[in-house]
C-alpha cells in the first residue's frame, strides 16, 4: 500500500480530493437553484402586474361621439386640439 511521509494513504487522498469536488458541485446547484427560483418568481411578478385595458364608449344620446376609455389618449388638451374640435 501507498503511504507518504504524513501517513496518508493514496485512497484518503483521492477521498479528500472527492469530497472538495463533491462540495463544489454542491454550491454550484444551490446556486443554480436560488436562480431559477429567482426567475420563477420574476415571471410570475411580471405576468401579475395591471394591464391597461382600450375600448372605445360610443355614447348615442350626445349625438354619437366615441370617447377613447384607458390606454393611450392622443389628443390631449393643447390649445391646437381644442382649436381642431371646434371646427
Given at each position: 500500500m501507498y ?66 376609455v384607458g ?17
Amino acid at each position: 500500500m501507498y503511504m507518504d511521509s504524513e501517513g496518508t494513504t493514496l485512497a484518503t487522498e483521492i477521498f479528500k480530493e472527492l469530497k472538495a469536488s463533491a462540495r463544489r458541485w454542491f454550491i454550484a446547484f444551490l446556486v443554480m437553484v436560488v436562480v431559477e427560483i429567482c426567475t420563477v418568481a420574476g415571471f410570475l411578478w411580471y405576468i401579475s402586474l395591471p394591464t391597461e385595458e382600450y375600448y372605445v364608449d360610443q355614447d348615442t344620446d350626445s349625438g354619437g361621439d366615441n370617447y377613447a376609455v384607458g390606454g393611450d389618449y392622443s389628443y390631449g388638451t393643447t390649445e391646437d386640439n381644442v382649436q381642431e374640435e371646434k371646427q
